[in-house]
């Protein structure tokens, strides 16, 4: 049984060609089913974002699992299978389970570190656990890739620094404000920019937003669009008493917010602090502003000082991540790994068990007359005896397959205790034991 | 000693930010150093049968026992670490001139012998103790202020908490510890009419308290009228450094009734 994963990514396909193998997710379920229904594909789970697409499986053999894959893709996405192989990756087995917690910490991301895709291969996971896709292999990977995101994240500072001008403007306002519960923003203008500033200091608790715009119409929609309230350009200077947080974007060649004004209106908030972001080049906001006490003023630059100096501070990050994704990694494995002791071990408790039953009535049919509770210490001694003596074997299994893997040993083992002539042999003459359990190819 | 090891563990929390158990360990290790204190206090207390506040010693030994226990509940409170990096090292440095002085157990004068002694002092030291707090908040907004407008941060900038909860947070705790430092001079003040007979004699311990009082009362009507901020904090250590000036100076000059 080994784990494959082929996919392209951000690192290997320009956005035209993933957009042309993406799985939307209302798609997902239905290529899930079509999925199952290649050769030797046991378990497999699509994750389909903007900057990536990868199809994770669990097969018998890796060689025609990752063939099987690349047929189903370009049948599915109707393209030929030569035009693929140019942006498509393949892991297979160890380097598989490491590019999968590597992806879900966060540390092949365009932007190292960012918080979206684990809840995406969340998503995922929730698809295919709903088709039914997925079973013990997978499962345990999703499980433990998500557990070692979140040691990444708690662990390191990976997340902690905002790395895009609009993050960076929400982390400055929580340094000023702390809860953005209950606070006002202005928006000063348009562009995109400053919308998704305003946009994510929204969806960080801001309750309400002020819009203001030379045209007024433009100012209206705006409002209508964040559930906000419109302002006329002229009144913006009074209006800015009530803001806590003023985003500055217009396209005026001059200073809009000018020094006087903005002293003003700090006198009439009884000086509680204003945040001004002014993304707007040329200037908007007079920058002597920022010598107001409590005025904090941050231009584009500022903001972009603050975007790279937190980069810097991620990649150094990212390789305590990484040490952790190893960790983490080996721990899976040996998990892995030791279910290859599995049907061994199945095999000897079965063994031997047979063996005691037996030996047991034997026993038993001699003792004439015994009473119930006699006969119980007798089939206790039975079993504590068996117990003992093959829990040594049954540690020794576990232990070793998870640390080495080693093939060996379970031949060894197998021929110790005579486990495949005899146990059949056994079941055969006897007709004890569940038949159902020696399928062939256990061992 | 109990107090250094702890104010070493907030020191390396708040540089090394990944401590988080070591700020943890930091703050049971105060909660001991706490105790230990206390305990300290009690057998004093009990040898001398006073409450052990009479001389600078003692007084000091009091006082960074009511600075730790106001950190203790506001760190409770409001779990922020880095106070601890702040607040410990000065109750450590407020310790070590009690290191120096004698620490031998003296007998006072009868005519102080009172259970005013108790009231007085305990209210004048939490009062001194809240303010205390301020001062520390008001340096940790500073630092804050001054690398928010200057665009420049340090490396302990992220542990600090926002501008607005330790600009409410020195607010709340002058506005905690002036009553109690007000009662602290009233009773003060009754204790000295039955001591000696006058209410008020003007010596320098006196002197100095009214202008600390006067000092914090124009911080808080300063705050009502919608002063915030930076001057605020700049007005809140001024205070605190009026408190340090009659704890320190003012006692050790041989006049007046205070001296230790």
Not at chain 1, 203 to 222: C, P, Q, Y
Not at chain 1, 304 to 318: C, D, P, T, W, Y
Not at chain 1, 415 to 428: A, G, M, S, V
Not at chain 2, 205 to 233: C, F
């Amino acid at each position: 049984m080994s784990i494959i994963v082929v996919g392209l990514s951000h690192k290997t396909a320009p956005v035209d060609v993933r957009e042309k193998l993406s799985f939307p997710e209302a798609m997902v379920p239905d290529a899930l089913k079509a999925l199952k229904g290649y050769e030797g594909i046991k378990e497999s789970l699509i994750l389909s974002t903007c900057n990536r697409v990868e199809l994770y499986a669990s097969v018998n053999d890796s060689g025609m699992g990752v063939a099987q894959i690349k047929k189903f893709i370009s049948d599915y996405h109707k393209l030929s299978p030569e035009s693929l192989e140019q942006s498509l990756y393949v892991r297979t087995d160890a380097e598989a389970v490491r590019h999968t917690f590597r992806v879900a910490s966060s540390l092949d991301s365009m932007v190292v570190g960012e918080p979206q895709i684990l809840g995406q291969l969340k998503d995922a996971f929730e698809f295919a656990l709903k088709a039914k896709t997925t079973s013990a292999i997978l499962n345990k990977l999703l499980k433990k890739a998500i557990s070692s995101a979140k040691r990444v994240r708690t662990e390191t500072k990976i997340a902690e620094s905002a790395v895009s001008i609009s993050f960076a403007a929400v982390e400055l306002a929580r340094k000023i404000f702390g809860d953005l519960e209950g606070k006002t923003v202005m928006l000063l203008g348009a562009g995109e920019m400053a919308e998704l500033a305003a946009r994510h200091l929204l969806n960080n608790g801001v309750k309400s937003i002020m819009v203001t715009n030379r045209t007024f119409e433009r100012a209206v929609e705006l409002a209508k669009e964040f559930n906000g309230s419109a302002v006329h350009f002229d009144d913006f200077p009074t209006e800015m008493v009530m803001a806590d947080i003023l985003i500055c974007s217009t396209g005026a060649p001059h200073y809009v917010v000018k020094h006087d004004a903005v002293s003003r209106a700090l006198k009439d908030r009884h000086h509680k602090p204003i945040f001004m972001i002014d993304i707007s080049v040329p200037r908007n906001i007079d920058p002597e502003v920022n010598k107001i006490d409590n005025v904090y003023l941050y231009d584009i630059d500022d903001l972009k000082g603050v975007v790279s100096s937190n980069i810097e501070g991620r990649q150094k990050e990212a390789e305590k991540a990484e040490e952790i994704v190893v960790q983490e990694v080996e721990t899976f494995l040996q998990w892995e790994r030791s279910l290859d002791a599995v049907p061994t071990i199945v095999d000897l408790r079965e063994k031997v068990e047979d063996i005691r039953k037996c030996e047991l009535e034997k026993a038993l049919g001699q003792l004439n007359g015994i009473s119930d509770g006699q006969r119980n210490a007798v089939e206790a001694l039975s079993t504590a005896i068996v117990n003992k003596i093959v829990h040594a074997p049954i540690v020794v299994l576990k232990q070793e397959a998870a640390d080495t893997a080693n093939e060996e040993l379970f031949k060894f083992a197998r021929k110790l205790f005579n486990l495949d002539k005899e146990l059949k042999r056994h079941i055969h003459e006897k007709g004890i034991g569940s038949s159902g359990k020696d399928e062939p190819g256990r061992g | 000693m109990v107090y250094l090891l702890s104010a070493a563990g907030y020191i390396a929390y708040i540089i090394n930010p990944e401590l988080k158990k070591t700020a943890r360990a930091s703050f049971a290790g105060a909660a001991i150093g706490f105790l230990l204190h206390l305990a300290y206090f009690s057998f004093r207390w009990s040898e001398s049968g006073r409450i052990p506040v009479t001389n600078f010693f003692e007084a000091i030994n009091f006082l960074g026992m009511g600075i730790v226990l106001v950190f203790l509940v506001m760190e409770f409170r409001y779990r922020i670490a880095a106070l601890g990096s702040f607040m410990l090292p000065l109750v450590i440095i407020f310790m070590i001139p009690a290191a120096t002085v004698s620490g031998k157990i003296e007998e006072i004068k009868p005519i102080l012998r009172s259970g005013w002694l108790g009231v007085h002092t305990t209210l004048a030291v939490l009062g001194d103790a809240a303010f205390a707090f301020a001062f520390i908040v008001s340096i940790m907004y500073l630092i804050q202020e001054r690398q928010l407008k200057a665009k420049q941060w340090g490396a302990i900038f992220r542990r600090l908490p926002s501008l607005e909860v330790m600009d409410t947070l020195g607010y709340k705790a002058i506005s905690f510890g002036w009553p109690l430092f007000t009662l602290g001079m009233i009773t003060g003040s009754i204790w000295a009419e039955i001591a000696w007979g006058t209410y008020w004699s003007w010596d320098p311990k006196e002197t100095w308290s009214l202008i600390t009082w006067v000092t914090y009362l124009v911080l808080l009507h300063l705050r009502t009228m919608g002063w915030r901020g930076r001057k605020m904090a700049f007005l809140s250590i001024v205070g605190f450094v009026f408190v340090l000036v009659s704890f320190f100076v003012v006692s050790r000059v041989p006049v007046g009734k205070h001296i230790f």
